[in-house]
């Protein structure tokens, strides 16, 4: 079984700095996937990073970066220069190995708001 | 816009009601998803379709009943609902079987669901 465990229900931070977000999770699996998800009060879930299991290089995509230590089984989002639209519902996520459909497990989420 | 759209955005309904969320996706993907999202609650996997055949069930009570007429629709048919059923019910699809799939799923802005 896949679990995720995210730790800060909420968090604040100080518009243009960064931020990480904390998250941990626990399978079996060898081979694994790893998300970040954002869903903005409007409700949509917005994909923002992917980390795979066997990809030797943490993932990043413009502001954004995953902190992937195998070992301590820890996915962290990092966002650097945040912006007021930062402020969101952020969710870590897994998915098993690839292959047929995703069962994809979801963390509880962090709220996390910007200050001007 | 990701390509997943919902309808309705909201509903409201009596316990005795019958009505039906829909979702319909534009990306040629061949999983779709039905997710229930409570207040602190992790997002909870209710069904999943894998070219039009239903591959998961979570335990969902029959008072939610789930229906892909094809890989593009999805509906989730509901009838003498519990208030506790209120939630976001998003839907979700996703590409998957090949080895160079990330799995990540698409969302739709979902459909906020008021059971009186």
């Known amino acids: 079984a896949q679990k995720i465990t995210q730790t800060q229900p909420g968090m604040f931070v100080q518009e243009k700095e960064a931020v990480t977000l904390d998250c941990t999770y626990d399978t079996s699996d060898q081979s694994y996937g790893l998300f970040w998800y954002k869903q903005p009060s409007s409700g949509e879930m917005i994909f923002l990073i992917y980390?795979?299991?066997?990809?030797?290089q943490n993932a990043t995509e413009g502001r954004y970066s995953l902190n992937f230590q195998k070992a301590r089984k820890s996915a962290n989002l990092v966002i650097s220069a945040s912006q007021l639209g930062d402020s969101a519902m952020y969710f870590c996520?897994?998915?098993?190995?690839?292959?047929?459909?995703?069962?994809?497990?979801f963390g509880t989420g962090t709220k996390l708001q910007v200050i001007p | 816009e990701t390509g997943v759209t919902q309808t309705p955005r909201h509903l409201v309904m009596g316990m005795t009601n019958k009505k039906s969320l829909k979702c319909e996706q534009h990306l040629g993907h061949n999983a779709m998803y039905w997710y229930k999202q409570s207040a602190k609650k992790p997002l909870e996997l209710m069904f999943v379709y894998n070219f039009k055949e239903q591959t998961e069930n979570n335990s969902v009570p029959s008072r939610f009943s789930p229906e892909c007429p094809n890989s593009s629709h999805l509906f989730l048919h509901l009838h003498t609902l519990q208030p506790e059923d209120s939630a976001l019910y998003l839907c979700?699809?996703?590409?998957?079987?090949?080895?160079?799939?990330?799995?990540?799923?698409?969302f739709g802005e979902g459909s906020r669901l008021t059971v009186l």
């Open positions: 979700a699809s996703s590409q998957d079987g090949r080895e160079s799939d990330t799995g990540e799923l698409f």
């Open positions: 996520a897994m998915r098993g190995p690839s292959g047929g459909y995703q069962k994809v497990t």
């Open positions: 980390q795979g299991s066997y990809d030797e």
